[in-house]
């Protein structure tokens, strides 16, 4: 393996499975989706989020050319970092 390597959440969820797990692939799928509305949610309400494999947060893009400066969608944007 090379540090370069990736996997894909088909990887993923396959791994899951050979654990033996008895939930299926459509439960595992539709609770990632749920999982990643939800922090998206979070993060559009301004929280970070922490879990136990990665936390997630938002940073904003752009120019401010004075401190006061307010934000500005033509300008800036809210990423995800």
């Known amino acids: 393996m090379?540090?370069?390597d990736a996997v894909?959440?088909?990887q993923v969820?396959?791994?899951?499975?050979?654990?033996?797990?008895?939930?299926?692939?459509?439960?595992?799928?539709?609770?990632f989706a749920n999982f990643q509305l939800a922090i998206q949610a979070f993060l559009k309400e301004g929280y970070s989020v922490k879990t136990p494999f990665a936390n997630f947060s938002t940073s904003i893009k752009?120019?401010?050319?004075?401190?006061?400066?307010?934000?500005?969608h033509g300008k800036h944007k809210i990423v995800p970092v």
């Open 2 to 4: 090379d540090h370069t």
């Open 13 to 31: 969820i396959d791994r899951i499975i050979n654990q033996g797990t008895t939930v299926n692939v459509p439960d595992i799928l539709g609770v």
């Open 62 to 72: 752009g120019t401010f050319a004075e401190i006061t400066d307010d934000f500005d």
């Open 8 to 10: 894909e959440m088909e």
